[in-house]
């Protein structure tokens, strides 16, 4: 009999312990984020934190609203030209009213796809990453009559807020020497010239780095008008 009692509070015991547990796991995935993903998710992408003091417009008129910061994430955004990926944006001292939704600045990060970027030489032409932060081309082009397949490696830059990848080697999977003589040829053919489209006007491409599924590019801008 008593030890039918010591065995029945026992078990009470464990069962109590195992409710407290699961009790404190619940609270503690409750208050907490997953390692990293919470300084992810809400870090602006330049990543800096917004300042604690930030007020608004001493001017702000009856039919305005003022927003300290706005922030965007988008898996997708498609317009008539473009298509971008994993889109982030943050607007800073944000104001509507009879002008729109104006921003006094924003940081922007999107990933431009690499079908995008191929689909202005040509439809047969190929981007894709190179390793080392550069990007390899490969397309078709015509010379003297025939036709030449092409691949070329360069780095990419940002020249007068475009995305440029300009070629630092053309291989045209011939002899050294013919490949050396037609180089200068095929380079405008096969070089990377990319307005960033499908954003706000007055954002300025200040960034690119090549990854596995395009390229990322940072933009910034101030006095943007977000919706007209």
Do not use: C, N, Y
Request: proline share 7%; glycine share 10%; net charge negative.
């Amino acid at each position: 009999m008593s030890w039918t009692r010591a065995k029945d509070r026992m078990v009470g015991a464990v069962a109590v312990i195992a409710v407290l547990v699961l009790a404190s796991a619940v609270a503690w995935w409750v208050m907490t984020d997953p390692t990293g993903e919470a300084d992810q998710g809400s870090a602006p992408p330049d990543g800096t934190a917004p300042p604690p003091d930030r007020r608004p417009p001493a001017d702000l008129g009856d039919d305005e609203v003022w927003l300290g910061d706005l922030r965007l994430r988008s898996g997708t955004v498609v317009t008539a030209d473009s298509r971008l990926r994993d889109v982030r944006a943050v607007g800073r001292d944000v104001v509507t009213g009879p002008d729109g939704l104006v921003a006094a600045r924003v940081a922007v990060r999107v990933t431009v796809p690499f079908r995008v970027v191929a689909a202005e030489l040509g439809d047969d032409t190929v981007v894709r990453p190179a390793g080392g932060g550069e990007a390899t081309v490969l397309r078709t082009v015509e010379v003297l009559g025939r036709e030449l397949a092409v691949a070329a490696t360069g780095t990419v830059e940002v020249q007068g807020g475009r995305l440029v990848v300009e070629p630092r080697s053309i291989d045209l999977g011939g002899p050294r020497l013919l490949s050396e003589a037609l180089a200068a040829v095929v380079r405008e053919l096969v070089t990377v010239t990319h307005d960033i489209e499908g954003l706000p006007d007055g954002l300025v491409l200040e960034r690119v780095v090549v990854r596995d599924d395009g390229f990322r590019a940072q933009l910034r801008g101030d006095d943007v008008r977000l919706v007209p």
